[in-house]
């Protein structure tokens, strides 16, 4: 007996050509508006006044060639000071959220610290923690306290945003439904057992894409670190701007930050997209 071989329909073959012409004449229509857009906004800025002295303090090749050397080796500086403080904010995040799902009323004091911690350091502005860790603590004189600036950075970071990431941790363990808890205690798992087998696997994919925002903006703000002293990508640029009136070199700075973000922006939108189609299905 031959096997019969699946053949698409007259319909199903018209559908999908239809569904690609459409396609294809959005996307040229897109790609001539953007065009259009992009050619009118480049006639208005290069056609104004101002536009050669713009030019001048902004986008000047040499300045940017003599900058772009020290600015990359400054900019690494931020990259580390991420790298390093990103997994203890997932780390102190994570505890902070399960400190404050705790409702065994002998773990109140441990449940009251963790909100006062979520409390405070989403009410203060990151630029203003990183000012009281970088010079509160070694003002102090406590023996064994950090001192190195890039150290004192980090800790600001990542008690500012420890606070945000717990935050988006507790709406993750809070979206997993209830049932799911009681199963697993009929089950006879314990409350330990059930987070981290059953409640912390669903709450992790939920959270992924807001963590990853998190970052996107962790990433931007290890340039505040530049206000305790660390010689990072935008405080170079700054030496050079003071030195040579030229703010060329913020340019620079800008780029690269770009060129870091875009890319976790566009990898948080698609993960975005499939948790949507996953919940679809």
Request: zero cysteines; a positive charge; hydrophobic letters at 50%.
């Amino acid at each position: 007996m031959s096997e019969r071989t699946w053949v698409k329909s007259e319909r199903q073959v018209q559908r999908e050509r239809v569904r690609r012409n459409r396609a294809v004449r959005s996307g040229t229509v897109a790609t001539v508006s953007t065009i259009a857009f992009l050619g009118v906004l480049a006639a208005v800025v290069t056609g104004s006044p101002g536009w050669p002295r713009v030019r001048e303090t902004f986008f000047d090749t040499e300045a940017f060639a003599r900058a772009w050397p020290d600015v990359l080796a400054g900019f690494w500086t931020n990259v580390q000071i991420f790298l390093i403080a990103e997994p203890i904010i997932l780390v102190l995040g994570l505890l902070v959220a399960l400190a404050r799902n705790l409702r065994t009323p002998a773990f109140f004091p441990l449940r009251a610290l963790a909100v006062a911690y979520t409390d405070v350091f989403r009410g203060v502005p990151t630029i203003l923690v990183i000012l009281l860790v970088g010079f509160g603590i070694p003002a102090l004189g406590l023996q064994g306290a950090p001192t190195d600036e890039i150290t004192l950075g980090v800790v600001a970071l990542v008690l500012s945003y420890g606070a945000y990431v717990a935050e988006v941790f507790r709406a993750g363990i809070d979206s997993v439904h209830p049932s799911q808890r009681a199963a697993a205690r009929s089950l006879g798992l314990s409350h330990g057992q059930t987070m981290r087998h059953v409640v912390l696997p669903q709450a992790w994919r939920r959270v992924v894409p807001p963590l990853l925002n998190d970052f996107v903006s962790l990433q931007k703000d290890t340039a505040l670190v530049s206000t305790i002293g660390v010689v990072e990508a935008l405080r170079q640029a700054q030496i050079y701007a003071a030195s040579t009136f030229n703010y060329t070199p913020t340019l620079v700075a800008a780029l690269l930050f770009i060129a870091l973000t875009i890319p976790m922006a566009r990898l948080t939108d698609h993960l975005a997209a499939r948790s949507q189609r996953r919940r679809g299905a």
